[in-house]
């Protein structure tokens, strides 16, 4: 779980607490050979206090993980997406990712999707 880039140096291993607010901020570096489903579930991990091998968590239950990974990847013609961002629920936490690596997570259990089980 050592792997959640948190900050824009990194150097941070858990998603930072965000001021006046029940969420977290991670950083998704996208010049990494991590995907961005790979840093959400870390992230969720680090946030559930639990053990992705052993509690899975149910992120293809809520949305496809290769569609998320594609959605702010490069163009075709190498070009960085900058903008465009998504949200979604999972397990009780709202997501919030953005195109420029920046993402929110809250404690949203009203807005779970049906099925999230952890």
């Known amino acids: 779980?050592?792997?959640?880039?948190?900050?824009?140096?990194?150097?941070?291993?858990?998603?930072?607490?965000?001021?006046n607010e029940t969420g977290?901020?991670?950083?998704?570096?996208?010049?990494?050979d991590w995907e961005l489903s790979e840093t959400l579930l870390s992230a969720i991990a680090v946030i559930r206090?639990?053990?992705?091998t052993k509690t899975p968590i149910p992120l293809m239950n809520t949305v496809d993980s290769d569609a998320?990974?594609?959605?702010?990847?490069?163009?075709?013609?190498?070009?960085?997406?900058?903008q465009g961002h998504i949200v979604f629920t999972i397990s009780g936490l709202e997501v919030f990712a953005h195109a420029n690596g920046h993402v929110f997570i809250r404690e949203r259990p009203e807005l779970d999707g049906v099925g999230d089980v952890l």
Do not use: C, Q, W
């Not at 977290?24 to 010049?31: G, L, M, S, W």
């Not at 702010?72 to 900058?82: I, V």
């Open 1 to 19: 779980m050592s792997r959640v880039n948190t900050g824009l140096d990194g150097n941070d291993p858990k998603p930072t607490p965000v001021a």
């Open 49 to 52: 206090n639990i053990d992705p």
């Open 24 to 32: 977290y901020h991670v950083y998704h570096d996208a010049t990494t």
């Open 68 to 82: 998320l990974d594609a959605l702010f990847a490069n163009t075709h013609d190498g070009r960085e997406r900058r």
